[in-house]
């Protein structure tokens, strides 16, 4: 079956400064990836997602980088703001419609 | 006008009470999903309908029967509630079709005494 991890399970960054979640994923059939942001009190958000035909797509502040050889994933924030404070979640699909979700990293920005 | 809707947010009973949690979207998305969240955060797909029809049910204790009235719903009834099944509960929809995101709606808090 599919896992999913995240390598730190908190990140404090400088207000301003640029922060970089990772997540391991350990099926190399999966071939569809999401960043999903949890505040708190509140259910996931979709933040950007990248196909496996892709190695990295950028959004507004955020990229997602994708390395399939070491299969890993990466999300990159630029300029952290105090609302970007949440819990990250990568998630991958594979095979049928299920999403399978890593356990989380919380980044708190500090102002 | 939230896109996906959960009630209640908060529900607290006692073991082995019989309770259900609504779910909405207004989407007109083809597929909605019920997640549970435990304590440390870990997120994991319970039940997933498209159009009304079951398509994945995850290792679920029987005691958790969705229903889908229509597609525009989805609802959690469970039975004879134990300690464990004390979580947050995260009904999500998608367009359909597996790499169409999924939007979640704000959760319901499960407390078992």
């Known amino acids: 079956g599919e896992s999913v991890g995240l390598h730190l399970p908190t990140l404090s960054v400088q207000e301003g400064d640029n922060s970089i979640i990772n997540c391991a994923y350990s099926?190399?059939?999966?071939?569809?990836f999401i960043w999903y942001k949890q505040e708190s009190g509140k259910g996931p958000q979709f933040i950007i997602d990248i196909r496996s035909n892709m190695d990295k797509r950028q959004g507004q502040r955020v990229t997602v980088l994708l390395n399939k050889t070491v299969k890993h994933l990466s999300l990159q924030i630029a300029a952290t703001q105090p609302g970007d404070s949440a819990v990250y979640f990568c998630a991958t699909h594979f095979g049928n419609e299920k999403l399978t979700f890593g356990t989380g990293t919380r980044l708190t920005i500090i102002p | 006008d939230t896109a996906v809707s959960q009630t209640p947010k908060y529900l607290v009973t006692q073991m082995g009470n019989d309770k259900s949690i609504k779910c909405e979207q207004n989407l007109g998305h083809d597929t909605m999903y019920w997640y549970k969240q435990d304590s440390k955060k870990f997120l994991k797909i319970m039940f997933s309908?498209?159009?009304?029809?079951?398509?994945i049910n995850e290792t679920v204790p029987n005691r958790f029967s969705p229903k889908s009235p229509d597609k525009a719903h989805l609802n959690l009834h469970i039975n004879s509630l134990e300690l464990g099944d004390s979580a947050v509960y995260f009904c999500a929809s998608s367009h359909s079709g597996r790499t169409d995101t999924q939007y979640f709606g704000p959760g319901t808090r499960l407390t078992v005494l």
């Open positions: 309908y498209n159009n009304k029809e079951l398509i």
């Open positions: 099926n190399s059939a999966s071939d569809y």
